[in-house]
């Protein structure tokens, strides 16, 4: 299914970037996992080899454009393209009420979440426009759909990254590169209650649902499909329970 095809995951060391890595890898894909977590990511190369997959890793901090630009530039001297970007590094454990919250928290939060899918977006747009051909999936957060209390900045920094990618869809379309948003609620890595205000009687698995979507949309099946952001929360943004 995507035999022949690169794939870029930024926080693919662990979480729902290593399931994203796994499952693009076993439909065929070559990975580039960039990460912080130099020793992590190895570990899910190796797994990712293991499984039969071809992989490299390397240590990519998103907020810094040099160690973005560097990885980038890594991936096309061992593989020579990239075909899929997934933009998945992303800071998530603040809870706090807003006027709680100090400056630098709100800045460093962007900076990650924010400028850092700007940084990996600027550093492969020309590479996919040189190729005519790309997609670009970033990975949001029913957060930047409804808001949660309690983590403003977080939700606002996942509406950022959902506008950001429909502007630049419509920016991209024309060199036939597609820039879509999975929105996941909370998921079971998170918490016992991870369930909790959904009107299914489970939670997200680990990540497992966002990874197959990821795989959907970075494959053929998603040609026509630009400026989506696709909600993966058992109906928990639908808003009043008891239907
Ligand atoms: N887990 C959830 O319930 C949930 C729900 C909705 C959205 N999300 C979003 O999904 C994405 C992944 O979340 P997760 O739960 O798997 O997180 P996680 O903390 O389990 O994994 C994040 C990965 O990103 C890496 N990372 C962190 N900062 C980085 C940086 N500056 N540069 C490069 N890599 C960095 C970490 O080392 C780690 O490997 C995030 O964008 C998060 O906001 C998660």
Redesign the pocket.
Known sequence: MLKGKVAVV?????????KIALELAGAGAKIAI????LD??HQTREETIQAGGIAVASK????QSEEVDAGFKQVISEFGQVDILVN?????RLSNEFKNLQEHEWLDMFN??VH?VFRCCRAVLPLMEERQSGKIIN?????GVAGIAKMAI?SAS?GAVISFSKALAMETGKHNITVNCI?????K??GED?DRGTYLKHS?DL?TE?AHLVRFLASSDGDYITGANYIIDGGRVLGARKA
Do not use: E
């Not at 990975?139 to 957060?143: D, G, M, P, V």
């Not at 929105?183 to 998921?187: C, D, I, T, V, W």
């Open positions: 930024t926080g693919g060391a662990d979480g729902i970037g290593r960039m990460d912080i977590n992590k990511a990519v901090d998103i907020t998945n590094a992303g800071f998530f990650i979440n850092g990975i949001a957060s029913i957060a977080y996942k929105s996941p609620g909370q998921l890595s998170y991870a997200g990540g966002t």
